[in-house]
């Protein structure tokens, strides 16, 4: 059973960065992908990146794309998010998300389509 346990949340004004770790225990990162989604207050969960180990694609949403980036150290079986230029409108809490049994090169947008999450870590980004 992988347990995915996400750190790196805080408080941060406009224009700064945070990088938001994922660490998987019980698991490898072959045949995956790995995403982060994030939910803020009132809203539903939406998804943020994600990577598809088969392949070694990165994807974003359109809201993140060009400020974020995803990455993974896969000796660690981690997974990083690196978040520049956060605006107000990022503040949400990030969920690191496993999905196993991936196609290569294909894109998993959905929180349906991931099988195992973390509890979260909280980003806060004052303006």
């Known amino acids: 059973q992988v347990q995915l346990v996400e750190s790196g949340g805080g408080l941060v004004q406009a224009g700064g960065s945070l990088r938001l770790s994922c660490a998987a225990s019980?698991?490898?990162?072959?045949?995956?992908?790995m995403g982060w989604f994030r939910q803020a207050p009132g809203k539903e969960r939406e998804f943020v990146a994600a990577i598809n180990f088969r392949g070694g694609s990165a994807y974003y949403a359109d809201s993140v794309s060009g400020r974020f980036t995803i990455s993974s150290v896969n000796a660690k079986n981690t997974v990083y998010l690196q978040m520049n230029g956060l605006k107000p409108e990022d503040t949400a809490v990030y969920y690191c998300a496993r999905k196993i049994g991936v196609d290569s090169g294909r894109y998993y947008y959905t929180i349906r389509e991931y099988d195992a999450w973390g509890q979260g870590t909280q980003v806060t980004v004052s303006s």
């Open positions: 019980g698991g490898t990162f072959s045949s995956v992908a």
